[in-house]
Nanobody, 127 residues
Framework: QVQLVESGGGSVQAGGSLTLSCAPS????????MGWFRQTPGTQREFVAG????????NYANSATGRFTISKENEKNMAVLQMNSLQPEDTAVYYC????????????????????WGQGAQLTVSS
């Protein structure tokens, strides 16, 4: 099974920026549609951003629109989440997800559509 490894978590002050990266630790079986979710203690994961297999289509949660940017490098199957203007309410564990999509341009927003997950990266934003 594909194992995704995340990096780039940390602590920042409100208004700051942070970048998360995600890539498979070993062999992959194709090019993936990818997404980022976040979760706080006692809650289910919520969608943050997604990108299609070909990288041409993206989708963002309302809370991320205008502040976060998702991108990918298909040769390495790496996904990147650039987060700007961070606020305390962005504090969460961020999870990378990947799946082999039905179509090259589709973007998935439901966690149930994803097959592979990263270990989670903690982001803490202080006021």
């Amino acid at each position: 099974q594909v194992q995704l490894v995340e990096s780039g978590g940390g602590s920042v002050q409100a208004g700051g920026s942070l970048t998360l990266s995600c890539a498979p630790s070993g062999r992959t079986f194709g090019t993936y549609a990818m997404g980022w979710f976040r979760q706080t203690p006692g809650t289910q994961r919520e969608f943050v951003a997604g990108i299609s297999k070909n990288g041409l289509n993206t989708n963002y949660a309302n809370s991320a629109t205008g502040r976060f940017t998702i991108s990918k490098e298909n040769e390495k199957n790496m996904a990147v989440l650039q987060m700007n203007s961070l606020q305390p309410e962005d504090t969460a564990v961020y999870y990378c997800a990947a799946t082999l999509p039905l179509y090259i341009g589709i973007v998935y927003k439901d966690e149930k559509d994803y097959d592979y997950w990263g270990q989670g990266a903690q982001l803490t934003v202080s006021s």
